[in-house]
């Protein structure tokens, strides 16, 4: 919305700076956190008074969850959701459709965790949504996105799947790119919900992961810095980089409230969108392999709990103590704070692999 500030910038000054990506970008970040820290204690006092009972435990969790946890109200995620989609709606152009893709996923994500919160808080108990019809409605989001990132991007990467660092090979998936789009959108969101399992442990990661992708769509958006680092052009996605600094505002404003011992979750309402956010920047700025490594975390946390459902069907034994994984190194003995802490420590270091596929010539 600022950004049309510009036409007076000719004759105001100081109009000027509303230009560049990187001013409003830092602006978005400061008004999304400024948003979080002073409608975060009035949006858990509202949602205390109306969850009694707060986000239902899952009986068959940690045995110090249903001590610890109990009482903590769900449905956090909706001071990130309003968080960055205020920020964005001042701070980016709207005549972007590429923010459009995004902020669209991230919203009707958000939708789907919060029908589910919903129903969990509703009935008391941890069954909320089927999971059927959530994956539904998430894969009509998904393929929507893929059609729509599809026909925005260049002529010559319409379809096309980029591989890190060689720049040359493009796979030429053509339609396929839809259903593959939309894959990784729906396992994104899907795998942030499933790390979302203690205080603290989803955010950062989330923040960490959004935030390369963010340095690399402000790299992907700008012809001079893809020819420096042997990327491919993709005209317009610089501006997503301040949806990031959006989200990452949020993400702190939230996680203030969010570090342990937690005033509030994330719930679904955050966790699936978030991870819908993350895999729609990565599709439409051509990084979808990228985001596998950046999100390392949450891919590890996915393929605990499928390694432990196939196993555990085939022999009748475990592999891990519990999954999905992080709840394996609590049973070990691993305090809270040291396995949530140790993930931020791995998201950094992954974060910066990520990076480094940025290669210079």
Same mark, same amino acid.
Request: proline fraction near 4%; hydrophobic fraction near 55%; charge should be positive.
């Given at each position: 919305?600022?950004?049309?500030?510009?036409?007076?910038?000719?004759?105001?000054?100081?109009?000027?700076?509303?230009?560049?990506?990187?001013?409003?970008?830092?602006?978005?970040?400061?008004?999304?956190?400024?948003?979080?820290?002073?409608?975060?204690?009035?949006?858990?006092?509202?949602?205390?008074?109306?969850?009694?009972?707060?986000?239902?435990?899952?009986?068959?969790?940690?045995?110090?969850?249903?001590? %610890?946890?109990?009482? %903590?109200?769900?449905?956090?995620?909706?001071?990130? $959701?309003?968080?960055?989609?205020?920020?964005?709606? !001042?701070?980016?152009?709207?005549?972007?459709?590429?923010?459009?893709?995004?902020?669209?996923?991230?919203?009707?994500?958000?939708?789907?965790?919060?029908?589910?919160? !919903?129903?969990?808080?509703?009935?008391?108990?941890?069954?909320?949504?089927?999971?059927?019809?959530?994956?539904?409605?998430?894969?009509?989001?998904?393929?929507?996105?893929?059609?729509?990132?599809?026909? $925005?991007?260049?002529?010559?990467?319409?379809?096309?799947?980029?591989?890190?660092?060689?720049?040359?090979?493009?796979?030429?998936?053509?339609?396929?790119?839809?259903?593959?789009?939309?894959?990784?959108?729906?396992?994104?969101?899907?795998?942030?919900?499933?790390?979302?399992?203690?205080?603290?442990?989803?955010?950062?990661?989330?923040?960490?992961?959004?935030?390369?992708?963010?340095?690399?769509?402000?790299?992907?958006?700008?012809?001079?810095?893809?020819?420096?680092?042997?990327?491919?052009?993709?005209?317009?996605?610089?501006?997503?980089?301040?949806?990031?600094?959006?989200?990452?505002?949020?993400?702190?404003?939230?996680?203030?409230?969010?570090?342990?011992?937690?005033?509030?979750?994330?719930?679904?309402?955050?966790?699936?969108?978030?991870?819908?956010?993350?895999?729609?920047?990565?599709?439409?700025?051509?990084?979808?392999?990228? $985001?596998?490594?950046?999100?390392?975390?949450?891919?590890?946390?996915?393929?605990?709990?499928?390694?432990?459902?196939?196993?555990?069907?085939?022999?009748?034994?475990?592999?891990?103590?519990?999954?999905?994984?992080?709840?394996?190194?609590?049973?070990?003995?691993?305090?809270?704070?040291?396995?949530?802490?140790?993930?931020?420590?791995?998201? $950094?270091?992954?974060?910066?692999?990520? !990076?480094? %596929?940025?290669?210079?010539?």
């Amino acid at each position: 919305m600022f950004f049309w500030l510009t036409e007076f910038a000719d004759t105001v000054p100081g109009f000027n700076l509303f230009r560049y990506i990187t001013f409003r970008a830092g602006a978005a970040f400061l008004t999304a956190l400024v948003f979080g820290f002073i409608f975060g204690r009035p949006l858990i006092n509202m949602l205390r008074r109306r969850q009694t009972n707060g986000q239902p435990i899952r009986e068959d969790g940690p045995e110090s969850h249903l001590l %610890t946890k109990t009482g %903590t109200p769900t449905m956090g995620g909706l001071l990130i $959701l309003s968080a960055l989609t205020l920020s964005t709606l !001042l701070w980016a152009r709207l005549d972007n459709g590429y923010v459009w893709i995004v902020l669209l996923v991230t919203v009707g994500f958000g939708l789907i965790g919060f029908a589910d919160d !919903l129903a969990k808080v509703s009935k008391g108990n941890v069954k909320g949504v089927p999971g059927r019809v959530r994956l539904a409605m998430g894969a009509v989001i998904g393929v929507a996105a893929g059609v729509a990132a599809l026909y $925005l991007h260049p002529s010559e990467l319409q379809g096309q799947l980029a591989v890190p660092v060689f720049k040359e090979v493009l796979v030429n998936m053509g339609w396929f790119f839809v259903p593959f789009a939309a894959f990784v959108i729906l396992g994104a969101a899907n795998a942030v919900n499933l790390t979302d399992g203690l205080d603290g442990l989803a955010i950062m990661p989330v923040m960490i992961a959004a935030g390369t992708l963010g340095v690399i769509a402000y790299a992907v958006g700008r012809v001079d810095f893809t020819s420096y680092l042997d990327v491919h052009y993709v005209p317009g996605v610089g501006e997503l980089l301040i949806f990031v600094a959006a989200l990452c505002g949020g993400g702190l404003g939230f996680l203030w409230y969010n570090a342990p011992p937690a005033a509030v979750f994330m719930g679904d309402t955050g966790s699936l969108a978030l991870g819908g956010a993350l895999g729609a920047i990565a599709v439409v700025i051509k990084h979808e392999i990228v $985001l596998a490594i950046v999100g390392g975390i949450f891919v590890v946390e996915t393929l605990s709990v499928i390694i432990q459902v196939l196993y555990f069907k085939r022999t009748g034994k475990r592999v891990f103590l519990m999954a999905p994984i992080h709840h394996h190194f609590e049973k070990k003995g691993w305090a809270e704070p040291q396995i949530v802490i140790r993930f931020w420590i791995i998201a $950094l270091v992954l974060a910066l692999i990520g !990076l480094a %596929t940025l290669k210079i010539r």
